[in-house]
């Protein structure tokens, strides 16, 4: 699965720094133009540029690649269809514009002309992984479930199957096969099934009646954040109600090849995530996410079910990493309040508001949202951020509260995040007591959270109180997160607030190494040059710290202590 899904995410990555082949001052121009949008992930202006860096030069087949693949991206599938005819021509086993080519025919019910497309050579295993699995919908459509699971079972040998079970649930339970189903359910969501795999499975168990089953399903799902918590308790509303669910029954050629889409989009974006939070764990510099791909197939999963919510949510997603707000909340404001992802996609609606500097539209849009669902502790979470994040921490306090007030009484691990953000605001109210209590109830929630025992570590060791306490929490949060820069700080920092400089020293360096843009760490490592009689580097770090925004508490520090003009260490003790 790696091989195959990581090989092709890099091919498309680097496809975009090839080199443009000469042609005309217009042509090269809109290819550069091209690149610049690409390297920043502004999909939108880099199909536009490659577009018209086409129109120029009807020739260069780079651009034209890219022009077809940024289009993608943009979700602009329509435009993308012409140079996939183009590339097809040239190459017929470009498998990207193959199956966008056969998506287009299935949108439009020529399932015949579909499958034609798909058959032959393919570049990739990948396209041909998801070539296969488009044939077994169109035969599911024609000839009925029976044919689709011999298709599946006759599929290649050469081609990814880890979604090949969620599928044979599907079309098992369709076909009367309700113990083969089962089976296969059971396999998927042990496996690749992920978000709409676990959503098939909860679905089928309260069809068949069994509703033991479906309990402690969701009772387990429900551990979970985000969407599939909403799913999780939808789905036990539907329980004790008796009324199942119809999701993932009776899917057409093209919302079956949409989901199939949607699972290698979320494979890809899930392993290129955890590729690069390794490798900048491992102290590397990854640049600019790379997540074009995965956005590519999302967007080909909506072409084909505009109402698919899941491709809606991670697509929104990609393009609010990458800054591309607008085109995120265009997403987002297609899913429906029934979603369970409706939740996730106002949270980043307002995220994106708040990234633009307009907090008080995501301020008003969250309130709203909280008054339309009064259950929700997320977006009361989301609240108390926004609130902190404009200095109202009275009122992000408040919100904290009312967000803690609806967690169960056996909280989930993940409740932590509600007391850290009710004591943050209290710490900016200087209401330190009850901070205390609501850091220490996070340990207890999340004993094993680096964030929960730095979070105290740090306070305690910045308060010079429970010193000893401190040291343990924070050493226990470096063994768990040895690559985080914060809690590595906090180490130092507890060193320092005994007094301990030289060994502060060695944490501190690690630790602005790790963050070179935090303010904070920045402004740490100033102070222990100071106290080790390095003024012209303590002023170095401070000046920089000044550079990297700080809040007004640490900029204010910082200029005092440059106004004094960086006086002689006090000796310890």
């Keep these: 699965?790696?091989?195959?899904?990581?090989?092709?995410?890099?091919?498309?990555?680097?496809?975009?720094?090839?080199?443009?082949?000469?042609?005309?001052?217009?042509?090269?121009?809109?290819?550069?133009?091209?690149?610049?949008?690409?390297?920043?992930?502004?999909?939108?202006?880099?199909a536009d540029k490659y577009a018209a860096a086409v129109a120029a030069n009807p020739h260069d087949s780079e651009a034209l690649r890219q022009a077809f693949f940024f289009s993608l991206a943009a979700g602009r599938i329509d435009a993308a269809?012409?140079?996939?005819?183009?590339?097809i021509g040239a190459d017929p086993s470009d498998g990207l514009a193959r199956v966008t080519l056969a998506a287009a025919k299935l949108k439009r019910g020529d399932h015949a002309g579909a499958k034609a497309g798909l058959s032959g050579e393919f570049q990739e295993s990948f396209s041909k992984s998801i070539a296969t699995l488009a044939v077994v919908w169109i035969e599911a459509e024609l000839g009925g479930p029976e044919k689709g699971l011999a298709a599946l079972g006759a599929a290649p040998e050469d081609v990814f199957k880890g979604?090949?079970?969620?599928?044979?649930?599907?079309?098992?339970?369709?076909?009367?096969?309700?113990?083969?189903?089962?089976?296969?359910?059971?396999?998927?969501?042990?496996?690749f099934a992920g978000p709409a795999g676990r959503e098939a499975y909860g679905a089928?168990?309260?069809?068949?009646?069994?509703?033991?089953?479906a309990r402690s399903f969701y009772e387990a799902l429900e551990k979970e954040r985000g969407a599939a918590r909403r799913a999780a308790r939808a789905g036990l509303r539907r329980v004790e109600k008796g009324t199942p669910s119809k999701a993932y029954t009776d899917l057409s050629a093209a919302e079956g090849t949409a989901l199939a889409f949607y699972n290698f989009?979320?494979?890809?974006?899930?392993?290129?995530?955890?590729?690069?939070?390794?490798?900048?764990?491992?102290?590397?510099?990854v640049g600019q996410p790379q997540f074009t791909l995965p956005l590519a197939l999302a967007q080909l999963a909506i072409y084909l079910?505009?109402?698919?919510?899941?491709?809606?949510?991670?697509?929104?997603?990609?393009?609010?990493?990458?800054?591309?707000?607008?085109?995120?909340?265009?997403?987002?404001?297609?899913?429906?309040?029934?979603?369970?992802?409706?939740?996730?996609?106002?949270?980043?609606?307002?995220?994106?508001?708040?990234?633009?500097?307009?907090?008080?539209?995501?301020?008003?849009?969250?309130?709203?949202?909280v008054r339309a669902d009064k259950s929700s502790e997320e977006m009361r979470l989301t609240l108390a951020g926004l609130y902190a994040e404009r200095g109202r921490h009275a009122d992000a306090v408040a919100a904290a509260g009312e967000a803690i007030a609806l967690l169960s009484p056996n909280p989930p691990e993940d409740a932590w995040r509600f007391y850290v953000a009710r004591a943050a605001a209290l710490m900016e109210l200087k209401r330190w007591p009850e901070a205390e209590s609501d850091l220490k109830k996070a340990v207890e929630?999340?004993?094993?959270?680096?964030?929960?025992?730095?979070?105290?570590?740090?306070?305690?060791?910045?308060?010079?109180?429970?010193l000893d306490e401190a040291f343990t929490l924070i050493e226990k949060a470096v063994a768990l997160a040895p690559g985080s820069g914060a809690i590595i700080d906090s180490l130092g920092w507890a060193h320092y607030q005994l007094g301990r400089y030289e060994e502060a020293l060695p944490h501190l360096e690690k630790?602005?190494?790790?963050?070179?843009?935090?303010?904070?760490?920045?402004?740490?490592?100033?102070?222990?040059y100071l106290k080790l009689g390095r003024k012209v580097e303590a002023e170095f770090q401070w000046r920089r710290a000044l550079e990297l925004k700080p809040s007004d508490a640490v900029r204010a520090a910082i200029e005092r202590k440059l106004a004094a003009g960086a006086p002689a260490p006090k000796t310890p003790g």
């Excluded at 979604?163 to 496996?191: C, K, P, W, Y």
């Excluded at 089928?204 to 089953?213: C, M, N, P, S």
Aim: contains cysteine.
């Design 81 to 87: 269809l012409p140079f996939a005819e183009r590339l």
């Design 163 to 191: 979604f090949n079970s969620g599928v044979t649930a599907i079309l098992a339970e369709e076909a009367g096969q309700i113990d083969a189903a089962r089976a296969a359910h059971e396999l998927a969501v042990g496996s």
């Design 305 to 369: 079910d505009p109402d698919f919510a899941p491709a809606r949510q991670l697509a929104g997603s990609i393009l609010n990493v990458y800054a591309n707000f607008a085109a995120a909340r265009d997403m987002f404001r297609r899913i429906p309040p029934s979603s369970p992802y409706y939740e996730q996609a106002q949270i980043e609606i307002a995220s994106s508001l708040a990234a633009e500097e307009r907090s008080d539209e995501a301020i008003a849009l969250i309130k709203a949202a």
């Design 445 to 466: 929630i999340a004993p094993e959270e680096p964030t929960t025992l730095n979070y105290l570590g740090y306070s305690w060791a910045e308060r010079g109180e429970n």
């Design 204 to 213: 089928f168990l309260e069809r068949i009646g069994d509703k033991a089953a």
């Design 265 to 285: 989009s979320g494979n890809i974006l899930e392993q290129s995530a955890g590729e690069r939070a390794r490798a900048s764990e491992a102290g590397f510099n």
């Design 1 to 46: 699965m790696n091989k195959i899904l990581l090989t092709l995410a890099g091919a498309f990555a680097l496809s975009a720094c090839a080199t443009a082949p000469a042609a005309s001052e217009s042509a090269a121009g809109d290819y550069l133009a091209g690149r610049v949008a690409a390297g920043v992930n502004d999909v939108g202006a880099a």
């Design 511 to 528: 630790a602005a190494a790790l963050e070179p843009a935090d303010p904070t760490i920045t402004d740490h490592l100033g102070d222990v």
